[in-house]
């Protein structure tokens, strides 16, 4: 799954315009590397999302298409 479509599915980024601007300005990584939008996630991908001065890293627990609003927090853990 492309890396915008599951940070706006997994609710960590509200909308996907605002996941694809955040990944073209640099503030995305995956595993350690800056990454475009389109790059495809799998399960333990570590993705880090810089939030202005806070930081935030997920791991990928489970990637899906479609997820209801309460089980949107199984895609992903807190590390």
């Known amino acids: ?17 605002v996941a694809n ?6 503030r995305v990584m995956v595993n350690e590397k800056p990454a475009k939008a389109s790059v495809n996630v799998k399960k333990g991908d570590i993705i880090e999302i810089q939030f202005g ?16 609003k309460d089980a949107a927090a199984e895609l992903y853990r807190y590390l």
């Open 53 to 68: 001065t806070k930081s935030v890293r997920v791991e990928v627990l489970d990637v899906q298409e479609t997820v209801k």
């Open 21 to 26: 601007e955040a990944c073209d300005a640099g």
């Open 1 to 17: 799954m492309r890396l915008d479509k599951f940070l706006k599915v997994s609710r960590l980024i509200k909308r996907r315009t």
